[in-house]
């Protein structure tokens, strides 16, 4: 995949987060190089799932 096609993706991923877990905001889902582990703590905060569990549902997206 090439950037363009991972941005598309994540943009996709972050509505379906916020569809399913009410309390994600934008701000939980901000992803920036070097962050990505900061923000799996956020929503492993927000969903009270286990990091290897949120990263799972990422990638069957």
Known sequence: ????QIEGKWKQIKGKFKQKYGDVTDDDLTYSEGKFDEMLGRLQEKTGKKKEEIKKE???W
């Open 58 to 60: 990422i990638e069957s």
């Open 1 to 4: 995949m090439n950037k363009d």
